[in-house]
């Protein structure tokens, strides 16, 4: 059995360097990478292009990476919760590149499943489909989208075993899955790490062959980015 595990976070980040396309997982705050992203603002890399569905609040998440001026440029499709990010993109320090969020999970999906480009209808008629090519099927214009080019796909499972098979719990189900597998190399951090062949085979949500690199992570959060609460009677 093909052994994925890594000792810890720093080993799981080798190889990272400036410049580098990241996917990052996560739906808001729910299932994000928080042990990577640690880490990531810890080495202090920078010029980032990272893509992932939010960019965080302004202490948490991605946020802690664009207060540090580690991120050039932002590709996600919902940014309304973090002041800092729209501070950042109205000024000019920060590019940004709006995808409508279907759109953004296809382009993952695609470059997992070795995709090159796909059409949707999504965007058509906007900003988004300006500069790309359009094309009629049935009477509707669709869009031309490429996949994503990433060097590395963080993503955040709740378990996992040594050959990488991830099981993804509620809403962190929606965009990590679609990173495993995306990107040049592709390092999930669990919860829980297993050995090999504990995992039953029919809850397994992404197979390892997916997967380069797994560790356990440590300290989780897990905030809640809006809390609404009924008040007591």
């Not at 359009?134 to 989208?145: D, I, P, Q, S, W």
Request: net charge negative; hydrophobic share 40%; proline share 3%.
């Amino acid at each position: 059995m093909i052994r994925k595990t890594v000792a810890n976070v720093e080993e799981a980040l080798k190889g990272i360097q400036d410049g580098m396309t990241l996917m990052l997982g996560g739906f808001g705050l729910c299932g994000i990478p928080e042990n990577t992203i640690t880490e990531l603002v810890r080495t202090g890399i920078k010029d980032l292009t990272c893509i992932s569905n939010n960019a965080g609040v302004d202490d948490f998440g991605l946020g802690l990476l664009l207060y540090k001026n580690q991120i050039k440029k932002m590709i996600s499709s919902y940014v309304g919760e973090n002041d800092e990010f729209e501070r950042q993109m109205l000024s000019g320090e920060l590019e940004v590149e709006l995808t409508p969020q279907g759109t953004l999970a296809e382009k993952c999906r695609a470059a997992q499943a070795g995709f090159p480009a796909f059409y949707t209808p999504a965007g058509y008629g906007t900003e988004v489909a300006e500069g790309k090519e359009t094309r009629a099927f049935n009477g509707k214009m669709y869009v031309l989208e490429e996949a994503f080019k990433a060097d590395f796909a963080f993503v955040k499972a709740w378990k996992g075993d040594e050959a990488g098979n991830l099981i993804f719990k509620g809403t962190a189900r929606n965009f990590n899955p679609a990173m495993c597998g995306a990107a040049r190399i592709t390092v999930a951090e669990v919860e829980e790490l297993v050995p090999a062949g504990e995992l039953d085979p029919n809850q397994i949500h992404v197979p390892g062959i997916f997967v380069q690199r797994i560790f356990q992570g440590t300290n989780y959060e897990k905030r809640i980015e809006q809390l609404t609460v009924r008040k007591r009677s």
